[in-house]
């Protein structure tokens, strides 16, 4: 297991984030998502899907643990991009993101951050993944805290 940029992804994942701080469209948003450990397929397989649909349709789940929901990020949860002239390369970051008390069930796997170009459409036909994450744990009732990269969750150089 490892992180990496869905191959739909490749080169477009600093232009979805902005689009999501610039409100093009109104209802854009980024959606974090946790994959189950049990049923998880390689990140050879996923690396090739190009809707968050297709990462749940094999036998890939998300989590169902009790407290757990999807994190939806809005302009308002971002900062604006700013290339880093002096090291030649473009971070893209998002903020820590914590779920409340969550209970045992699943174990976890990755996280994945998604481009939904309509938060209010509600269909993960159009959610776009970005980046999958290695974020192995397992719940236990207590809080959990993925810990952005201080450099961000995405870097082209």
């Known amino acids: 297991m490892a992180d990496f940029v869905f191959n739909c992804s490749k080169g477009r994942v600093a232009e979805l984030y902005n689009r999501v701080d610039v409100s093009d469209p109104t209802n854009a948003v980024l959606v974090i998502v946790v994959l189950a450990t049990s049923g998880l397929e390689a990140d050879a397989t996923l ?47 998002i903020p820590d993101q914590t779920w409340t008390a969550v209970a045992s069930g699943d174990g976890w796997s990755k996280l994945l951050i998604c481009y939904d170009p309509d938060s209010t459409g509600g269909a993960d036909t159009a959610i776009i993944p970005l980046t999958a994450h290695d974020f192995v744990l397992t719940p236990d009732g207590s809080d959990i805290t993925a810990q952005i990269n201080a450099a961000g969750f995405f870097r082209a150089s």
């Open 47 to 93: 690396i090739d899907l190009d809707t968050l649909s297709a990462v749940l349709a094999g036998t890939t789940n998300e989590v169902t643990n009790t407290n757990y929901a999807r994190k939806v990020l809005s302009d308002s949860d971002l900062s604006a991009l700013s290339p880093d002239d002096t090291n030649n390369r473009m971070d893209v970051d």
